[in-house]
Each structure stands twice: as C-alpha cells, then as structure tokens.
C-alpha cells in the first residue's frame, strides 16, 4: 500500500492512450462540449469525496473537506451534463 | 453489498469510454451525454453501498445542495457564457481534488507513511489541484470581464512565479517525506494557490483557448493522481481520459497559433509589439454600405463567412444566421470558416452558430475551407482579425508569422466588418484591410449583418 502499484501505472497508460485516441477522433465542431464533458467526468472525484465524508471515524475536519469536496463535484457533474447536452441539442444538420 | 464495488468500477469506466467514442460525430454525441450519466449514477452507488461508508447525513445534504446550485446554472447559463462556465467548473472539479486531497493527508500524517508513495501522489495532486483551482478562478474573472483580459505583467515576474513554484515543491517534498509536520501543510496549500494566480495573470484573453484547455487537462491529472493515492482505478481512467482530453485540445490551440505550451504560458503576448506599425497611414481603405455590400452578396455563388470572437462580443450570432437564412433562400452557398482559436474556448464559434440554428454541416475547419477560398466569390468577415491576418503567412518578421490563418484574402472580394480601424488582439498591423479587394463596413457587427440581411430579404429599399 505505501510503495506505487504498478497496476495503477498500467491502467493509467493505457487508459491516456485510449483517451488520445478517442480524442483524436472528435470533430472540432464539438471542442466545447467536449469540454463540459470531460469535465462532468472529471467529476467522478466525488468518489473518494463520499468516502472521507462517511467513513468510519472521520475528523470533523475530514468531514467538512469532504463535505465541501461532495458539493463542488456534484454541482461540476450536475451541471457539466446538462450544459454539454443543452449545448449538444443545438447542433441539428441541414433541413431540420 | 462490497462485491459490487469493483463491478461498479469497471462498468462505470467502460461507459465513460464509451460516451467519449460517441463525441466523435453529433449524431451520436448525446447517446455519449447518458453513458456518461449512467456512468456517473453507477459509480456514485458504488460509493455509497462501501461498507467503510456509515454516515450518509452529509453526504445527501451536499448532493442535495450541489444538484440545487448546478441545475439552475446548466439550465440558465446564456450560450454566451459557455468560456466562463467552464472556467468556474474547472476550479470546482480541482477544488473538490484538492480537498480530498488535504483530508487524506491528514489522514495519512504518521510516520508511518514518510516517503511513501501515497504521501508523493497525495503531494502532486494537491499541487496540481490547487493550483489549478486558482488558475480557473483567474481564467474565469477575465472571461467574465471582472477583471481585465490584457496581460498583467511586473518586473521580475518569472524570477518570483520561479521561487513560488519552487518554494511549493520544496515544501511539498518535505511533506512527503516527514508527514508529520503538520505546521507545514498551511504553507504548501497556500504556495500552489499562490502559483495558480501567477500563472494565469500574464496570460491574455486571445490565449484563453489554450489555457482553458491546459487547466481542462490539469484537473483530468489531479483526479488521476488522487486514483493512485486512494488506490481507486475508477478515478484513474477518468482522470487520464480527461487529462488526455485537454492535452490534445491544448495541443489544437497550439498548433493553431503556431506556437508552444511555453511561449502561451510565460510568452505576455500581447504587450510586446506595440509601436511595430506606425507611418503607414497613408494606405488606402475602401468603405462600403450595408445596401453595397448586400448586392454583391446577392449576386455570388459562393460565400464564406469567417466569425471571430468579435461576433461573441457583439452577440451578433442571432443577425448571422438570418444573413444565412437569407442568402441559402436566394440560392447562394454559404459556409463558416471556423479558425480553432476563433473565440475564447475551444468551439465557441461552433456553439454559438449551432444555437443560432446554422446547421453544423456548413461549419468548416480551417483546414478545409482553405482550398476553397480561392474560389469564393465573397469572404464576409465578422469580427475576427489576427485569424485572418495575411502577414502570418507572407510576413516572416511578423509576431504572428506561421500560424495558420483563413486565407480569407483570397476570395475574390472580401468584406470586413469593424467597429474601427483599431489593431485586433495582437495589436499587429493586418494588411488585409488595404487590399483592393477589401471593402470596409463600418459598424456594430450585430446592426451590419442585420441591415444586411433586412437588405437581403427585401426589407430595405434600394437594391438597384
């Protein structure tokens, strides 16, 4: 637990070559929700935020960090999918 | 119920995956928005059904509060405001990273943990999340126009953004490797805040697109880091795929100005040519009327209109449209130039034409709207300068030489709409503008293009 897991190096790597290859592939009309995507992922940090927040025997200090932590990411993930798909709903093709 | 965690995980990766694949097209982006969203609600229950996890009070107060701020602000937020939503989101998501990051340090502040590897990836996603929770806060107070988008700059800048960044690792190492020196932690929080302010500043608003997009990756890495600190793969494959997200669309930008990560982020572009023209006042610059300028689009096969953030500016998308709507209905091919800096985010052009109701088949690259050109019987261009700025590809001594630029010169007449004959952004000199093909129109974007368009659909009087 206190040295580096070389799993987590490996699923990093290629989780950044998958992602550069993905991203590679996403049309330049749609960079900005692209953006707020990624960004509403991002927010999956919530994940550890749950966990300091309700652990078992959490600081009140641990508590308000996550507590915060919990309302900054819901309100990233909350928001950033459906901004990205407000903003996906206006890309309509010819003839619509 | 611990059995499902890992279940959890996995399927919530391979969903984030998937909804990234599903960006590449717009037929398919929203299928991407819930993959993303059942992901999410996925991986949200694997957190809450951990068995370490026995107090829900807070949790549910903070969800409830976040979902009360967010969905207002996603269903209010004008289109407009898109560059500054994502900016505040950005310090949101590294502000969350870096939170968790400080409990855990706390958390982990024995002895047992000196040197070790959670106290290094603790310390590096801090540092990262910090400071790009600062950086974001500035981006966002100069797209939102609270302060001002020109470069700050003071003597001795780099040698005193060098010490803070050095003083922030310094601190951050001793950390790492005696964890129990509480007293330091204040420090280093306040050293990465610090040089989170300090990087953006001397940035200026046109290389926003590029910053936007580098902080974008910062948090995707944070995240990542806090994965390999807390051991949770979930957070690694979504932090690396944001990461790798902003990266590329760094990248873009880059390569769009033709220039590099090091010259956007300590170059003070901007403040550096002024006084290069000067004594050229001599030129000739033809103006024209709305009235002139609707005839001859009237009688073009062709015409392409390169948008910049001039048009943001005017919030003149709406009168853009209608000059689209008009000439589409009289026959005339239209299509958008989009230059991958036009605007001040990666796609803004885009969003912003897209929410005006131009289908985004006639949104072209840069790349594919340059052979064109030359064929284009009129280029309009609507608030847009420096992207279209000949000297970038015929001038080797200009501060832009290189970049790649919409050759909207090469049309066979060109209109350029401009309130006056200001220098854009770069405050560098645009031959364009004495060409005897070009033709000046005078004016507010969003009242030209509309008088134009009114002109167009036979609402103004004289067309012959």
């Not at chain 1, 699923?11 to 960004?39: C, D, E, R, W, Y």
């Not at chain 2, 993303?36 to 370490?52: D, N, R, S, T, W």
């Not at chain 2, 023209?277 to 096969?301: F, I, T, W, Y």
């Not at chain 2, 001039?310 to 209608?322: N, P, T």
Request: hydrophobic fraction near 55%; charged fraction near 15%; proline fraction near 4%.
């Amino acid at each position: 637990m206190n040295a580096l897991n070389a799993d987590y190096l490996f699923v990093f790597i290629l989780a950044a070559f998958l992602g550069f290859q993905l991203i590679k592939k996403v049309s330049p009309l749609l960079h900005s929700p692209l953006m707020s995507l990624t960004n509403a992922i991002a927010a999956v940090v919530i994940v550890g935020a749950i966990t300091i927040t309700g652990e078992e025997g959490a600081t009140p200090l641990a508590r308000t960090l996550g507590f915060i932590a919990v309302f900054c990411a819901t309100v990233n993930l909350v928001s950033g999918f459906m901004i990205t798909d407000r903003m996906l709903k206006m890309f309509k093709p010819r003839g619509k | 119920m611990d059995a499902f965690v890992p279940f959890a995980a996995i399927a919530a990766s391979a969903l984030f995956i998937l909804s990234l694949m599903w960006m590449s097209h717009p037929s398919t982006a929203r299928r991407g928005v819930r993959a993303g969203e059942i992901g999410m609600v996925i991986a949200i229950i694997g957190a809450l059904v951990q068995h370490e996890v026995v107090s829900y009070d807070l949790i549910i107060i903070a969800m409830i509060a976040g979902a009360a701020v967010g969905i207002p602000m996603a269903l209010l937020m004008p289109m407009t405001a898109i560059p500054q939503r994502t900016a505040i989101s950005h310090a949101f998501g590294a502000l969350a990273v870096g939170l968790i990051g400080a409990a855990e340090y706390y958390k982990h502040a024995h002895a047992e943990y000196a040197g070790g590897f959670i106290m290094w990836a603790l310390m590096f996603e801090m540092l990262l999340g910090f400071l790009t929770c600062t950086a974001s806060v500035i981006a966002f107070a100069k797209l939102q126009e609270l302060m001002g988008s020109r470069p700050v700059s003071f003597p001795g800048q780099r040698i005193v953004n060098g010490a803070v960044a050095l003083g922030a690792v310094v601190i951050g190492t001793m950390l790492a490797l005696d964890p129990t020196q509480t007293w330091l932690f204040p420090a280093f929080v306040a050293l990465a805040l610090l040089f989170g302010i300090l990087l953006v500043i001397p940035i200026g608003g046109a290389d926003m697109p590029t910053v936007i997009a580098l902080l974008n990756s910062y948090a995707g890495l944070a995240a990542s880091a806090m994965g390999f600190a807390l051991g949770n793969k979930l957070l690694i494959v979504a932090g690396a795929l944001d990461g790798a997200s902003g990266f590329i669309l760094a990248v873009i930008m880059c390569k769009a100005m033709n220039r590099s990560f090091a010259n956007v982020m300590f170059g003070g572009f901007g403040n550096v040519v002024a006084g290069a023209a000067g004594g050229k006042d001599d030129r000739v610059v033809r103006s024209a009327s709305a009235e002139e300028a609707a005839m001859q689009l009237e009688n073009a096969s062709s015409v392409v209109i390169v948008p910049g953030y001039g048009m943001a500016v005017a919030q003149a998308q709406h009168k853009v449209s209608e000059l689209y709507q008009a000439l589409t209905k009289k026959g005339v091919d239209v299509k958008f130039a989009i230059h991958p800096v036009a605007g001040r985010m990666p796609g803004h052009m885009n969003v912003l034409l897209a929410e005006a109701n131009v289908p985004y088949e006639q949104l072209v690259d840069l790349d594919d709207i340059n052979p064109e050109l030359p064929q284009a019987d009129v280029a309009v261009i609507i608030g847009a300068n420096d992207t279209v700025n000949p000297s970038a590809r015929d001038d080797p001594q200009s501060a832009i030489a290189g970049m790649p630029i919409i050759e909207a010169d090469k049309a066979k007449s060109v209109f350029i709409i401009k309130r006056s004959m200001n220098a854009g952004f770069a405050g560098i000199d645009n031959p364009i503008y004495y060409n005897s093909n070009t033709q000046m129109l005078f004016g507010d974007a969003k009242d030209m293009v509309g008088s134009i368009a009114k002109e167009l659909s036979g609402g103004g009087s004289g067309l012959h």
